[in-house]
């Protein structure tokens, strides 16, 4: 077996996945899915990129961690499957998106995929963690991988808006051509953040809707 991504990506991103690192992570993410219980499930390791091709890049959120729980994690970050309770910092992101777009239809679930379809590329540092123990699969090449993800988007495409939610996020700051793209930063959605006033208020949204009229794409129904 392998760690599989798009043809699209892959053109992109092969001499990144033919590097030795990579496949020690290959290596290693395949013998924790084998002997233990890991999230999201092997075939949505890559949702985020197959439901949001190099192309259709508009906006790229980063987080840092899939959902530890079961049946959480979908490959989408701040994403949960339809049936799973909406976490506190995503239900904090519908918070907000409520306050700065009235008009929004509420969501009917935590499922992000229909962001991701409108060109919204919902990137976690880490793509994979083990059942119950947050962090598990940190330090083992996937920040490596996705900070050349970041890196390659700032390189191959134009006007891409990049959001950086908290300390670990606006660490990727450095690996983004700010004279191609914007960078909308502000604390991250989780409670102990928000509640202190880092969060609310950010207008991220409609700032990124605003941003994509001026470069003649199409805003994305949040």
Known sequence: MALIINTEWDSLLKDEMNRSYFAELEKFVLQEYKNTTCYPPMEQIFSAFDLCLPKDVKIVIIGQDPYHGEQQANGLCFSVNEKIAIPPSLRNIFKEIEQDIPSTTPPLNGNLERWAQQGVLLL???????????????????????????????????????????????KKTNLIDRKKHTILSSGHPSPLSANRGYWFGNKHFSKANKLLKKYKKEPILW
């Open 124 to 170: 976690n540092a880490t793509l994979t963690v083990k059942a119950n123990k947050a962090g598990s699969h940190q330090k083992q090449g996937w920040e490596t991988f996705t900070d050349a993800v970041i890196k390659t988007i700032s390189t191959h495409q134009d006007s891409v808006i990049f959001m950086l939610w908290g300390g670990y996020a606006k």
